[in-house]
């Protein structure tokens, strides 16, 4: 089992930025890619970011590009997402995610390990 731990989630004003962080424990070494995604009021549970944990490749949904940055921490077994410009339509619950397959995924369904979520609202 893998245990994920989001923090850093906040309400902000529009144009400001917030990193979000999520350590990992347990069996992290079977984890290839993690990921953040998030799930707005109403909303299906949409993928924002996922970065491969060995290359440390990277990937966004097209929304997020050029605001957004993941990154990691192979030390601490954390992952960041860096929000920068944030804009209201980024508010929602921030979930972190990990994925057991060597695929690169953007489903939800694909992740197989959950943190419990961080709100970020971003008032205009």
């Known amino acids: 089992q893998v245990q994920l731990n989001e923090s850093g989630g906040e309400s902000v004003q529009a144009g400001g930025s917030l990193r979000l962080s999520c350590a990992a424990s347990g069996r992290t070494f079977s984890i290839y890619t993690r990921g953040w995604f998030r799930q707005a009021p109403g909303k299906e549970r949409e993928f924002v970011a996922a970065?491969?944990?060995?290359?440390?490749?990277?990937y966004y949904t097209d929304s997020v590009k050029g605001r957004f940055t993941i990154s990691r921490d192979i030390a601490k077994n954390t992952v960041y997402l860096q929000m920068n410009s944030l804009k209201p339509e980024d508010t929602a619950v921030y979930y972190c995610?990990?994925?057991?397959?060597?695929?690169?995924?953007?489903?939800?369904?694909?992740?197989?390990?959950w943190g419990q979520g961080t709100q970020v609202t971003v008032s205009s």
């Open positions: 995610a990990a994925d057991r397959n060597n695929v690169m995924h953007t489903a939800p369904l694909e992740y197989d390990y």
């Open positions: 970065i491969r944990w060995s290359s440390g490749n990277t």
